[in-house]
């Protein structure tokens, strides 16, 4: 009986543990074929929720959206998702949308995902917010593509310390691809708050042909979470380039891989507050 107990309480502390994945789906529109459609649903198929970026602004991003939601929802469990509005840059070339992807039996959806638009002019690609509750507890996914290296991605990334103030009901976890490694003193300010990333050192982007064994090239991709409100589990990165015979071949599915981010929602997350009528989201 006494064992039973045990292995009945890990299977439910790991139940209420949380996956999510975050990937940068270079391009991702009518252009990524049912193939890498499905070769992406395989594998992101055990998460709970996806966040994606650099979705095409164009019908044929939305399209694709819909296209990996039906694609996972072949693989045995039911999803949903949500889709930003094309973001606000001035250079329509560079705009783009972003993704959500999740679990209901797992996640439950709380209220409308949004963009910013406190600084949507500071911020070219303004990140795309979405709450989630378990077990009354939530947390908001802040996901974000910055600009590319060479314009300066700090320039932007900056406001984010503005973030945890203009949202104190939230719990927010910033995912993506920020273009700019962790150690950049730009995210100093998050990190004196108690955000934490989930990397170190970690490169998460492709190369455009692999040195020995040395496919990766940047560490851009990355999530931070509140130490206090989130607990690490665990993370990693997911070389799917390992998959095809050339990471050139890899890089038709896109040229980041999908990290990724176990935890579980500390005793000082937000709950849920019924009683506000706008659930103190935008």
């Avoid at 009518?30 to 890498?36: A, C, E, I, R, T």
């Avoid at 709380?110 to 939530?138: C, D, H, M, S």
């Avoid at 190369?207 to 851009?220: D, H, N, P």
């Avoid at 509140?226 to 071949?249: L, T």
Wanted: proline share 5%; net charge negative.
């Amino acid at each position: 009986m006494t064992l039973f107990c045990l292995l009945w309480s890990v299977n439910l502390l790991a139940q209420e543990n949380i996956t999510m994945a975050s990937w940068n789906l270079e391009n991702f529109g009518k252009s990524k074929s049912d193939s890498v459609i499905n070769f992406i649903a395989n594998t992101l198929q055990d998460f709970d929720v996806i966040a994606i970026q650099e979705v095409v602004a164009g019908y044929g991003g939305a399209q694709a959206v819909a296209r990996l939601n039906d694609a996972l929802n072949r693989k045995g469990s039911k999803w949903d998702y949500s889709i930003s509005e094309p973001t606000s840059g001035e250079n329509s070339y560079k705009r783009e949308r972003y993704a959500f992807l999740w679990k209901p039996a797992r996640l439950q959806l709380i209220g409308k995902p949004w963009l910013e638009k406190q600084y949507e002019i500071e911020i070219n690609r303004e990140p795309f917010f979405a709450t989630f509750a378990v077990n009354g507890k939530q947390f908001t996914i802040v996901n974000f593509h910055a600009i590319t290296k060479k314009m300066q991605p700090e320039t932007e990334i900056k406001y984010f310390k503005f973030l945890p103030a203009e949202y104190p009901d939230l719990n927010l976890v910033f995912c993506g691809d920020f273009n700019c490694p962790q150690s950049h003193t730009v995210f100093n300010p998050l990190k004196k708050m108690g955000y934490s990333p989930i990397f170190t050192g970690q490169k998460t982007s492709l190369k455009m042909s692999c040195i020995g064994t040395e496919c990766l090239a940047s560490e851009f991709d990355n999530i931070f979470y509140h130490e206090e409100k989130i607990n690490f589990v665990s993370s990693g990165i997911i070389p799917f380039y390992e998959a095809f015979i050339s990471v050139e071949d890899a890089r038709i599915v896109s040229d980041h891989v999908p990290i990724w981010f176990e935890f579980a929602l500390g005793k000082y997350a937000n709950n849920i507050n019924p009683s506000r009528s706008d659930n103190g989201y935008k």
